[in-house]
T-cell receptor, first 112, second 114 residues
Framework: AQKVTQAQTEISVVEKEDVTLDCVYE???????LFWYKQPPSGELVFLIR??????QNEISGRYSWNFQKSTSSFNFTITASQVVDSAVYFC?????????FGAGTRLTVKP | DSGVTQTPKHLITATGQRVTLRCSPR?????VYWYQQSLDQGLQFLIQ???????AKGNILERFSAQQFPDLHSELNLSSLELGDSALYFC?????????????FGPGTRLTVL
């Protein structure tokens, strides 16, 4: 079965705190891709990162970083020094072939 | 602004009716994807078209159909509408044929079925 679990439904932090959004996936395929998308209050989905199953290198982009661990089937997303503009719903997604599967999303609220 | 446009922004209709949602991809993009976001089902991939041809199918109901026209815009047709079809329908586009390409999402069409 292809499945993505985002166990954290909602997270609330105060500005400048670090926050980690968890993503656990299930797939039997050896080749797959993982994604993170952001959905701000305006509603549009914004692509954040793509990672393929053969590349376990962690990635850092500004205040964002991603930790991919095949051994635990996890692809976690950390925001360092969070800001109010980071408030959004974040989706993790799995693409084993051509059918993108999304997690339920984590709503992040960053308070000033 | 992603460059992907969707019309209409909102649509209210009754059960049993048929509606058409329209999507114009970013200039130069050949692939169009349709997604449904509902409270019950979350975000789901429906279907992908590449340069006029159906490329991939997700969890799309038989009552739903789509097409991509020669000018690359796409339409999603929803028929025999049910209350459960109320959702936000997103269109996304990318340049290439593979869904691993970066997809740019439109603002969505919010469909309410009464």
């Amino acid at each position: 079965a292809q499945k993505v679990t985002q166990a954290q439904t909602e997270i609330s932090v105060v500005e400048k705190e670090d926050v980690t959004l968890d993503c656990v996936y299930e797939t039997r395929d050896t080749t797959y891709y993982l994604f993170w998308y952001k959905q701000p209050p305006s509603g549009e989905l914004v692509f954040l990162i793509r990672r393929n199953s053969f590349d376990e290198q962690n990635e850092i982009s500004g205040r964002y970083s991603w930790n991919f661990q095949k051994s635990t089937s996890s692809f976690n997303f950390t925001i360092t020094a969070s800001q109010v503009v980071d408030s959004a719903v974040y989706f993790c997604a799995l693409l084993p072939y051509n059918d993108m599967r999304f997690g339920a999303g984590t709503r992040l609220t960053v308070k000033p | 602004d992603s460059g992907v446009t969707q019309t209409p922004k909102h649509l209210i209709t009754a059960t049993g009716q048929r509606v058409t949602l329209r999507c114009s991809p970013r200039s130069g993009d050949l692939s169009v994807y349709w997604y449904q976001q509902s409270l019950d089902q979350g975000l789901q991939f429906l279907i992908q078209y590449y340069n006029g041809e159906e490329r991939a199918k997700g969890n799309i109901l038989e009552r739903f159909s789509a097409q991509q026209f020669p000018d690359l815009h796409s339409e999603l047709n929803l028929s025999s509408l049910e209350l459960g079809d109320s959702a936000l329908y997103f269109c996304a586009s990318s340049f290439g044929t593979v869904p691993t390409d970066t997809q740019y999402f439109g603002p969505g069409t919010r469909l309410t079925v009464l």
